[in-house]
């Protein structure tokens, strides 16, 4: 117990003796790239103990440029299993629970067997964003959504904020359109960068390794900063 309290024993003086009450909570992130890596990562360093990450892709080389766990000796590993050992690494203790698939609007709410406090949404699919949105409203889940990260170079310019107030971000703008049309009530939290996009997207979406990290931090911080009261949103 004593060497488990050292190590959050800076975290517990900052948020006034609450890190029993961010160990209790369970969060679940959909997407382990370049944005999911990070907010997993920070979770976990800042107490998070029951931890749900849900991805079914393989490390590739591509993957290199900006996600946290990827190196050239583990290619071709699934991403779960390579951020499940840093997670164990950093707190023996967590109680990691891996979901290794793609999660399709078929098969979503098999997410959803578990009593979930939070939902880091990392995805790229936009249906899937558009789809837990609406679960989350119905169970009343407090869920931060990732915009676009790609083709962005200005980390600055990220900011969570509610999706109504968002601009510059084509991903944030059908989000937008969807909560507009279905009168979803209530704020939608998101992480967004009004930075305009940096060079004409022909096929391959650019990506770089600071504005992808940054934005999975500020998901971290915002699910942090919620459970010890430090959020006013």
């Given at each position: 117990?004593?060497?488990k309290?050292?190590?959050?024993?800076?975290l517990?003086?900052?948020?006034?003796?609450?890190?029993?009450?961010?160990?209790?909570?369970n969060?679940?992130?959909?997407?382990?790239?370049?944005?999911?890596?990070?907010?997993?990562?920070?979770?976990?360093?800042?107490?998070i103990?029951?931890?749900t990450i849900?991805?079914?892709?393989?490390?590739?080389?591509?993957?290199?440029?900006?996600?946290?766990?990827?190196?050239?000796n583990?290619?071709?590993?699934?991403?779960?299993?390579?951020?499940?050992?840093?997670?164990?690494?950093?707190?023996?203790?967590?109680?990691?629970?891996?979901?290794?698939?793609?999660?399709?609007?078929?098969?979503i709410?098999?997410?959803?067997?578990?009593?979930?406090?939070?939902?880091?949404?990392?995805?790229?699919?936009?249906?899937?964003?558009?789809?837990?949105?609406?679960?989350?409203?119905?169970?009343?889940?407090?869920?931060?959504?990732?915009?676009?990260?790609?083709?962005?170079?200005?980390?600055?310019?990220?900011?969570?904020?509610?999706?109504?107030?968002?601009?510059?971000?084509?991903?944030?703008?059908i989000?937008?359109k969807?909560?507009?049309?279905?009168?979803?009530?209530?704020?939608?939290?998101?992480?967004?960068?009004?930075?305009?996009?940096?060079?004409?997207?022909?096929k391959?979406?650019?990506s770089?390794?600071y504005?992808?990290?940054?934005?999975?931090?500020?998901?971290?911080?915002?699910?942090?900063?919620?459970?010890?009261?430090?959020?006013?949103?």
């Amino acid at each position: 117990m004593g060497e488990k309290m050292d190590q959050f024993e800076r975290l517990n003086l900052l948020f006034e003796n609450k890190i029993e009450l961010i160990h209790s909570k369970n969060v679940l992130v959909l997407g382990l790239g370049g944005v999911g890596s990070f907010a997993v990562e920070a979770l976990v360093r800042s107490g998070i103990e029951k931890i749900t990450i849900v991805d079914g892709d393989r490390i590739s080389l591509s993957n290199l440029n900006r996600q946290l766990m990827t190196y050239h000796n583990n290619i071709g590993e699934y991403k779960t299993d390579e951020i499940e050992k840093r997670i164990l690494n950093i707190n023996p203790n967590c109680n990691v629970k891996k979901i290794t698939n793609f999660i399709t609007l078929d098969n979503i709410k098999s997410l959803f067997c578990d009593d979930i406090d939070y939902i880091v949404d990392a995805c790229d699919t936009i249906s899937i964003k558009l789809e837990l949105i609406r679960i989350c409203k119905i169970k009343n889940i407090k869920i931060i959504s990732c915009m676009g990260t790609g083709n962005k170079i200005d980390p600055s310019k990220l900011k969570i904020i509610d999706i109504r107030k968002t601009s510059y971000d084509p991903i944030a703008k059908i989000v937008r359109k969807m909560v507009k049309e279905e009168r979803i009530k209530g704020k939608i939290m998101v992480v967004s960068s009004d930075e305009k996009p940096h060079v004409k997207v022909e096929k391959l979406i650019p990506s770089n390794s600071y504005v992808p990290s940054v934005a999975g931090l500020l998901c971290a911080s915002y699910v942090i900063n919620d459970i010890v009261g430090e959020l006013d949103v």
